[in-house]
């Protein structure tokens, strides 16, 4: 069913019944038979799996994906075309002109959607005016900060005294980052942006508008890529140091061998050999969006929703989000068990609620990974 | 000046089936996940000895924890205080992995003079919120273990003609730390008539003292008529009068699991004889889910929300102090920092000791 599991060459895991026999030395409180038991019937452990699917059922799920690139590189595009409907911030607004903003600015835009009763909230943020100033130095930063913002919003909610049941969770899952079809290799703006935030999200980086690459081009720039990206340390989704066994492993190497995807997106239908299909039409022919003989979109789609999308948030949440907390905590010692430190903007309230930013605020807002803590106690 | 994004909501509605995107996938992928991880559960059994508790848990999970068990006398029973023991099995069933842990409660209700019997149990019970609270607030959260106790079976003999002082008091303790579920024991020493006599007077008792038992949550609109029905007549079955049995015997041509009578023969999963199999169902396949979300959400969400008040208040009174834990620069996560991170850990550990140990000399000042 999954195009990407064919191509893996994987299939489901299939689950053994395994039978719990017990037997008993017999406790003689009747008269009578005294023989051990063997119980073949079964308890009924497993069902708890449906409980669990009806919980989430019913609570719905949430994705957050932020698109990065530059102007004109299809990022609304890409998503409508992922998600089948106008999900994109272009779609919403559609009287808006086009134009450049002067510095990168953040838009979410939030769906319910819903598949076969499974209903899911999905957020699209896009970044427009990333890259496409005359100088782009630093234009990563208010991204970085918008991540850490949504990390530092989960973080208050999770401290308070009375938190909610369900902590509605903003932050950003996966962070899909366009390259421009060069064909020749990755640019400075590239590099920079994916080596920083690739330590706070979850990056997907995509090969923009495929179709003006041969397959031969394709292949090279791809291999290009990924030296690139090994040779700076980048570590992109899905990252080697959190497969969890090896069968996952074995997966995952497979995608690392064919990121980055190079993809065309679309949102119109064209009719080709009695099938209406989404695509591109040129003189030349047209570009079917989903077939993986012309670009990699499906690939994508796979990964990204049909079989990782649990995996991405779940490496959000226990990996990039503790990585945040934990320097959080460090740095302002919200840990309720030592007491505030003698730094006027750390005092607790009343509840023991920290107030909103500690210490300086760095230039580019959080501190970035590897910069010393900003206070001594 | 960066804006964060304004936030606005649609609603694009149902797919058809000819847009497929393929997100519906997620429950299977979040099923995949569970089932490599597995799950665990944390069953407390109390009762005075003697009422079949291990028996019924046995029953239960169809396994044999009290192999080696061996039973006191009457003697030596009357210096034992409560004691906390706890078992654990691994079960899997259809690939699917329980941790089960069964916290046994020996010597409760046993004694001449019971005054606090449960105090041990609603200290063991703290005791675990205050670990995952701790684990909770700390540094490093891979591998929490949660040992909180999700459900307590609570054993109340048939002999009676409804609850007893220690029951309700025992019950009223710990009702609002843990999922209690009352149980008639034995209950084949009662005709059908003396069962419903009793279960009407326990749930009388049980509203007039306000002893908040665990509720079973109420059913979606969109259930089917049957699955309604079923949960009716759960609801309506409590408390569950019980048998357990750990011996199979001969009863109309199968080998079940029952207790041999001259006057017959009782079969503990017969549900025209005793509730075995409506607690079993209830407990393990349709409930085990929310037990546990109750725990975390209600009853360990009040313990940490209380833990937090008392210890801010002490800190407004308690004069400053020094920290201690030293604040260093963090690398990218690796085995130096592991170690970073385990060490402050424990030094937190140690400073939550001390602020107890202040905590306690400014409580004995205060007396």
Redesign the interface.
């Known amino acids: 069913f999954c195009l990407l599991q064919q191509c893996l060459g994987t299939h489901e895991v299939s689950c053994d019944l395994y039978m719990v026999a017990s037997s008993t030395e017999p406790q003689p409180q009747a008269k009578g038979e005294k023989t051990p038991i063997s119980d073949t019937s079964y308890v009924g452990i497993d069902a708890i799996l449906e409980q669990m699917r009806r919980k989430a059922m019913k609570q719905g799920f949430e994705f957050n994906v932020m698109v990065v690139g530059q102007s004109g590189l299809g990022k609304s595009t890409l998503m409508n075309t992922l998600f089948k409907s106008k999900v994109s911030r272009k779609s919403v607004q559609p009287n808006v002109e086009e134009r450049i903003p002067k510095t990168v600015e953040i838009k979410s835009v939030s769906h319910d959607v819903e598949e076969k009763g499974v209903r899911m909230k999905l957020t699209v943020i896009d970044t427009p005016g990333f890259g496409d100033q005359i100088n782009n130095e630093n234009c990563w930063q208010p991204i970085m900060k918008f991540i850490n913002d949504q990390y530092e919003t989960y973080l208050q909610e999770e401290i308070n005294i009375n938190r909610k049941k369900r902590i509605p969770d903003t932050r950003v899952h996966c962070c899909i980052y366009f390259i421009p079809p060069t064909g020749h290799c990755l640019r400075p703006l590239d590099v920079e942006f994916m080596r920083h935030l690739s330590k706070v999200v979850n990056i997907v980086p995509v090969i923009a508008k495929a179709d003006t690459l041969t397959l031969e081009e394709r292949d090279s720039f791809k291999k290009t890529i990924r030296e690139e990206l090994r040779a700076n340390g980048i570590d992109v989704y899905p990252q080697k140091e959190f497969d969890e066994d090896a069968e996952d492993r074995m997966i995952n190497d497979k995608i690392r061998e064919m990121i980055p995807f190079a993809v065309v997106g679309s949102d119109q239908e064209y009719q080709v050999n009695g099938k209406r299909i989404l695509g591109r039409k040129t003189k030349w022919g047209t570009i079917e969006v989903e077939n993986i003989a012309h670009c990699e979109f499906a690939y994508l789609r796979d990964l990204l929703i049909r079989t990782h999308m649990q995996n991405i948030k779940d490496i959000t949440c226990s990996i990039h989000y503790e990585t945040y907390r934990v320097r959080r905590l460090n740095e302002s010692n919200i840990l309720f068990t030592s007491n505030p430190p003698d730094h006027p903007a750390v005092q607790p309230k009343a509840n023991g609620q920290p107030e909103e930013q500690p210490a300086t605020p760095q230039p580019n807002g959080v501190a970035a990974q590897h910069e010393a803590l900003s206070h001594e106690m | ?15 058809t089936e000819k ?9 299977n ?8 991880k597995g ?1 665990d559960f944390t069953l407390m059994v109390a009762g005075e000895s003697g009422m079949g508790k291990s ?1 019924l848990v ?1 029953s ?5 924890l009290y ?1 080696d068990r061996k039973l006191l006398n009457a003697e030596e029973r009357i210096n034992q205080t409560v004691e906390i023991i706890k078992h654990t099995v691994d ?6 992995k ?1 941790k089960l842990t069964i916290v046994d409660t020996p010597g409760f209700g046993d004694a001449v003079n019971n005054n606090e019997c449960w105090k041990p149990i609603t200290d063991y019970i703290d005791q675990q919120f205050e670990q995952y609270f ?1 684990d909770e ?3 490093n ?2 591998n929490i273990q949660d040992n909180r106790v999700h459900c307590c079976l609570y054993f109340i003999p048939p002999f009676g003609h409804g609850l007893r002082p220690v029951d309700v008091e025992f019950m009223k303790a710990l009702h609002e730390k843990v999922n209690i579920i009352p149980l008639i024991a034995k209950a084949d020493c009662l005709t059908p008539n003396e069962i419903k006599k009793l279960k009407d007077r326990i749930r009388e008792e049980i509203d007039k003292f306000g002893i908040k038992v665990y509720q079973f949550p109420e059913c ?1 609109s969109d259930e089917d008529e049957e699955f309604k029905q079923l949960d009716k007549e759960l609801k309506e079955c409590t408390p569950f009068a019980v048998i357990g ?6 009863a109309r041509g199968q080998r079940v ?1 029952g ?4 006057w017959g023969i009782v079969e503990v ?1 017969n549900q025209s004889h005793c509730d075995f199999v409506k607690l ?2 209830m407990l ?7 037990l546990k ?1 109750v725990t975390c ?1 209600v009853h360990y ?1 009040n313990y ?2 209380q833990c ?2 008392e ?2 208040s002490k ?1 407004a009174q ?1 004069n ?4 201690p ?9 690796d085995v130096d920092t592991e170690k970073l ?1 385990k060490m ?1 850990d424990e030094e ?1 550990k140690r ?2 000791e001390m ?1 107890n140990k202040m905590q306690q000399q400014m409580h004995d000042k205060e007396q």
């Open positions: 000046p960066n804006q964060t994004g304004r936030n606005r909501s649609h609603t694009v509605g149902k797919l847009q497929y995107v393929g997100f519906a996938t997620l429950p992928q979040v099923h995949r996940k569970s089932v490599k799950f028996t046995n239960l999970f169809l396994t044999d192999k079960i899997e069933e259809k690939g699917v329980l701790r607030s700390g540094l959260r891979k979606d049995s750990n011996t199979v015997v001969e699991r207790r041999l009578y001259p999963e079993r169902n393990i396949r349709s409930h085990m889910h929310d979300d959400d969400e940490r929300a937090i008040q210890m801010t800190l308690d400053r102090m020094e920290s834990i030293p604040i260093l620069p963090l690398s990218t996560p991170i402050k937190l400073m939550q602020l």
